[in-house]
């Protein structure tokens, strides 16, 4: 028959140009986004077939051009050219195409005439050299059909795909184009349509119902399948049906199909199978479907026959058809396809929530030349607006029902409907509202009553009336035009809660999808562009992870579905069986990437961390995770009491050993892979390579809200596992401080301070002591400076301090305000005091000379109160003479020694003028600082004069080493009366040289620099500690600077 239309058909050359118009016009609008970026693409068509249906992109073009389908024929298409390869009779046929082709786009058509015994290779060499030679000496990106090359049919067109194959050109998919070319019908197509529409809805009422009316009143046996074979007869001769269409345009979209007796597929690939027609009890139901073309366009409709349906079955019938009106109901131009099973959905789940779960997951698809334009798939997820000349088919049912039957063949049951609507400027047009969706048959099997004569039901229902004019007509058809009319008037007039109630959901879901949109929209705004990726096509096969889950997840209600993670050329891929649920990861635009088996976990994951963020679904992320469990979450209840040593429990233990180990060793050959190409000289630069976690490093501790295992890797600190992701970048780091340190504390924090301090510090609570040591040992191999604190630290302020006055921060040393534990009698030969860097408005004197580094320490309270009470003494100082000044020293010696000088005190006021106490601000004045103005060092100076010419001798330097050598020293003191000062001063200095190795060796001062930076190992020493060298005299000039120290001469 194939044969017959080549012949009968002749090419309408208006249409022709026409549509070469639009189909260039379409390419080389989009041809970057839904063209792939194709330079030229090609066609080529297979044998024809006799045994199944099918729907080819290929043949779709041929028809849709030339209005029938020339096969084992390759068209070529580029910007200059079109080339044909056929036989000679095709090629006299294709003929009027070159002056079309010149009128229309400018372009040339090559007719390459093939003979009948000749493989074409010659032909095709001369087609490549022709794409080649207009390339302009770019490269070329040729296009093609990639599905229908994956198992070419045919001599001609396997040797195309092979010389395809081995060319040098780079290969791409044009599907995505091709689909959206023939998603608006023009009018004769439309036309078409509707034709094919009228026939299928006039055998689904003539026929199909006549034909079911007939075998149940009768009680006949008969096959689906037979069934089947008439009802696709009638379609092929549309005049047993009354219908007047030209029966060569006819054909089956599909087989129609025949369901009952339990067995139900609601998928477009169903069948009818060979099982006999069920209709013997109540609560049967059939569902029957057919399907038409002509001149190629497709129409579709199903319809639910129900067997005295019980209450269940009905009210669910009535909740699919009011799902259905409205999934028709939301369409019109400029609506989202995703309106439509909306629309559906939000019906369902007001009537009956319990349903949602047995809705199909798409509310139908798209329908034209091809009996499914996946394009239009109307499922939740689809964002693709509709437009006036689309053509849908609304197919909504319920699968997987039960009913209360004890018939077996009953007790399953499912519910379909389906319709061809067409979509207008002023909404939509139900093309096959001539099949009603009434159909019932009140089933009863008294035999009393057998003389009551079975039939079908038609119960109009009032919504009807909007889809279809017979379900207005009377059941005995008396009624007059005049009371019709009255009847719809009313009709129409009527009020319905029930309209009022849908349309403010409606607006409801509007405004909430306006909402998302809109933040989605914002949040695409906001993203770096990146380029495209480039698929592997047909120059090497693509490295492939299969049945994996994503993190973070597509969003939507349906039910999640594992996908595929491919490599490309220049990054990754990861699809799942739904068209719109695909993520694409460039290679420049990974930062990190992590590969963690299964050790103590559950899952085996591949985890990428980006420069950029991209979007996965309609989230912005910069985390992605692709993972396997390996094993199931969920623990048998009815083994838990099994014995360790039983047989099925060790074999269940092999088992999962075994899925674990096959797991990890296919994530880590694709990980090893991948490391080989990122070696390749072009990739070099990224610095890509998969780093993998070192849990014998790994620490608990709570870096978000709850507790989990975090693990270092070479370059940066990582939990994988627990959502939200933790990924530190060890090189962004500035320093780390370990806070609430010892104290016996069972716990302590981290913060990390980063290089960047507009960012906020990570804090990671909670950390148990017993991997302090081992986190200090990994700071120190990762060559990260960290300090030790006893209280937590207010950051915010301290990093707004900084970076308010750097250059103060620079000057005082940086971060060794931190530096709490270190020593302040570290050595003598010290250039400077280590004062640190106090974020506070206190300005410092002159620096202090070399022989001045002791002065690092003042003695000060042992308490905040006794802090106040000196301080406010220490104001009443200024003008006292020398003999007051040293009077008041030498008494505070004797009552308190050197209690107010131990280094527990000086540490704790400190960290408190560091900002590390926890407590409120105090409520009292604010203290003076603890500096003299530069006056009071004069008089200072100015006495010490004075008592060297006047002989004063009980000016005296007494150091106390401890507290009894502290009393014997006070007693020799006396002695000394009389004595010049330059006396004195020998007498001291010799004795800190005698004493200087006790209590200030080398060992000791290298001990205690360690402890101040964290990096001694050792642990606390048991000798009670030294008290520093000052004399008594230092008591006199404490919270002096080191000017002061040296105008009085002190060494």
């Given amino acids: 028959m194939a044969a017959d239309r080549v012949v009968a058909y002749k090419i309408d050359e208006s249409t022709l140009a026409r549509r070469l118009h639009s189909l260039y016009s379409h390419w080389r609008k989009h041809r970057d986004d839904l063209w792939e970026s194709c330079n030229a693409f090609a066609v080529a068509t297979p044998p024809p077939s006799d045994d199944d249906i099918r729907y080819l992109k290929s043949s779709a073009l041929h028809l849709w051009l030339f209005g029938f389908e020339f096969p084992e024929t390759i068209m070529v298409f580029s910007d200059t050219q079109i080339h044909f390869l056929c036989s000679q009779k095709k090629a006299s046929l294709l003929d009027v195409v070159k002056k079309c082709a010149k009128d229309a786009v400018g372009v040339d058509v090559v007719l390459h005439v093939k003979a009948k015994n000749d493989d074409g290779v010659t032909l095709m060499d001369s087609i490549f050299h022709a794409i080649q030679s207009h390339g302009n000496g770019n490269s070329i990106v040729f296009g093609l059909v990639a599905k229908e090359t994956q198992a070419p049919e045919g001599k001609l067109v396997g040797k195309w795909v092979e010389k395809l194959k081995s060319s040098r050109l780079k290969l791409n998919d044009l599907t995505n184009g091709l689909a959206h070319l023939f998603v608006v019908k023009e009018a004769n197509e439309l036309t078409n349509v509707k034709k094919a529409a009228y026939l299928v809805a006039s055998v689904m009422e003539k026929h199909v119902v006549q ?585 915010q302020e301290i990093l707004k301090t900084i970076m308010d006055n750097p250059e103060d921060f620079i000057t005082n040393k940086g971060w060794e305000f931190l530096n709490l534990e270190a020593s302040d009698s570290e050595s003598d030969s010290a250039d400077e005091s280590d004062q640190g860097y106090t974020p506070s408005d206190v300005e410092y004197g002159s620096e202090s000379d070399d022989d001045e580094a002791d002065s690092a320490s003042f003695v000060e309270s042992e308490d905040d109160d006794d802090e106040d009470e000196e301080m406010e003494e220490s104001e009443e100082e200024v003008g006292k003479t020398w003999e007051e000044l040293e009077r008041e020293a030498t008494n505070a010696d004797r009552e308190k020694g050197d209690e107010s000088d131990s280094e527990d005190e000086r540490k704790r006021r400190k960290m408190k003028a560091f900002g590390k106490s926890r407590a409120g601000p105090s409520t009292s004045a604010p203290k003076r600082p603890k500096f003299r103005s530069l006056n009071f060092y004069d008089s200072m100076a100015q006495e010490k004069e004075k008592v060297k010419r006047s002989g004063l001798d009980k000016h005296k330097h007494v150091n106390s080493e401890d507290d009894d050598d502290e009393d014997e020293e006070m007693e020799e003191s006396e002695e000394e009366v009389g004595k010049t000062w330059e006396e004195l001063e020998r007498e001291a200095t010799n004795a800190d040289r005698e004493k200087g190795d006790e209590s200030d060796s080398e060992d000791e001062r290298k001990r205690r620099k360690m402890k101040a930076f964290g990096k001694s190992r050792a642990g606390p020493s048991t000798s009670a500690p030294k008290r520093p060298k000052f004399r008594r005299f230092l008591y006199i000039c404490r919270e002096k600077s080191a000017h002061c120290l040296s105008l009085v001469g002190f060494v």
Avoid at 223 to 247: F, G, Q, R, Y
Avoid at 589 to 609: D, G, R, S, V
């Fill in 211 to 795: 034909k079911l009316r007939d075998v149940i009143e009768k009680e006949k046996v008969v096959s689906h399948s037979s069934l089947m074979d008439a009802t696709e007869k009638v379609i092929l001769n549309p005049a047993k049906v009354d219908v007047k269409l030209i029966a060569a345009n006819c054909d089956i979209c599909y087989p129609p199909i025949f369901q009952s007796g339990g067995k139900f597929d609601l998928r477009p690939k169903a069948s009818s199978n060979v099982d006999n027609l069920y209709y013997e009890s109540a609560s049967s139901v059939i569902i029957c479907a057919l399907g038409s073309r002509y001149n190629s366009y497709c129409a579709n409709v199903a319809r639910t026959i129900l067997i005295e349906s019980d209450a269940t079955q009905t009210k669910s019938y009535q909740v699919l058809r009011k799902a259905h009106e409205a999934a028709i109901g939301a369409i019109k131009p400029g609506n989202k396809a995703s309106d439509v099973y909306k629309a559906a959905l939000s019906v369902v789940e007001k009537e009956a929530p319990e349903l949602t779960t047995n809705l199909t997951k798409s509310a139908g698809t798209g329908i034209g030349l091809e009996f499914r334009e996946l394009v239009l798939n109307l499922n939740e997820k689809n964002d693709r607006i509709l437009r006036t000349g689309m053509v849908l088919n609304v197919a909504l049912g319920f699968q997987n029902m039960q009913t209360k039957s004890s018939k077996t063949k009953s007790h399953n049951y499912a519910l379909f409907l389906a319709d061809t609507v067409i979509v207008t400027a002023t909404g939509r047009e139900v093309a096959t509202s001539k099949s009603s969706k009434d159909h019932s048959y009140p089933f009863n099997d008294s035999k009393e009553k057998e003389d009551v004569k079975p039939k079908v039901k038609f119960e109009p229902k009032h919504t009807e009336a909007i889809f279809s004019k017979a379900t207005r007509r009377s059941n005995n058809h008396e009624m007059s035009k005049e009371e019709s009319r009255r009847q719809h008037q009313a009709e129409l007039a009527r009020k319905d809660p029930e309209r009022h109630r849908e349309l403010e959901q409606q607006i409801k879901t509007l405004k909430k999808d306006f909402v998302s949109r809109e933040s989605e929209r914002a949040e695409r705004a906001s993203l770096v562009t990146q380029e495209k990726l480039v698929l592997a096509g047909y120059k090497f096969k693509p490295l492939k992870l299969i049945d994996l889950w994503i993190r973070p997840p597509f969003p939507g209600r349906g039910r999640k579905l594992p996908g595929t993670l491919e490599c490309h050329e220049n990054g990754f891929r990861y699809s799942t069986s739904r068209s719109n649920e695909r993520v694409d990861i460039l290679f420049g635009n990974i930062k990190h990437a992590f590969f963690q088996p299964a050790e103590k976990e559950l899952i085996t994951l591949l985890h990428f961390h980006l420069h950029n963020h991209i979007m996965v679904g309609n989230k912005k992320t910069k985390d992605v995770q692709f993972y396997v469990e390996v094993m199931d979450v969920v623990q048998n209840l009815g083994g838990s009491r099994r014995c360790a040593y039983d047989p099925d429990e060790i074999e269940e233990e092999h088992r999962e050993r075994a899925r674990k180990n096959k797991i990890s060793m296919g994530f880590q050959s694709f990980a090893s892979r991948v490391n080989e190409l990122w070696r390749q000289p072009k990739f070099r630069g990224l610095d890509l390579e998969f780093d993998q976690p070192l849990r014998e490093l790994g620490f608990h501790g709570v870096p978000h809200k709850a507790s989990t295992f975090i693990v270092p890797t070479a370059s940066c600190l990582v939990e994988l596992i627990e959502t939200p992701f933790l990924v530190v970048t060890l090189s962004d780091i500035e320093i780390v401080n370990l806070e609430r340190v010892g104290l016996g504390q069972k716990n302590f924090d981290m913060a990390i301070v980063f290089k960047d301090f507009k960012r906020d510090v990570l804090r990671i609570d909670s950390i148990p002591c017993t991997s302090l040591e081992g986190i200090k040992e990994w700071l120190d191999t990762a060559e990260i400076k960290y300090y030790e604190s006893r209280l937590n630290m207010n950051w």
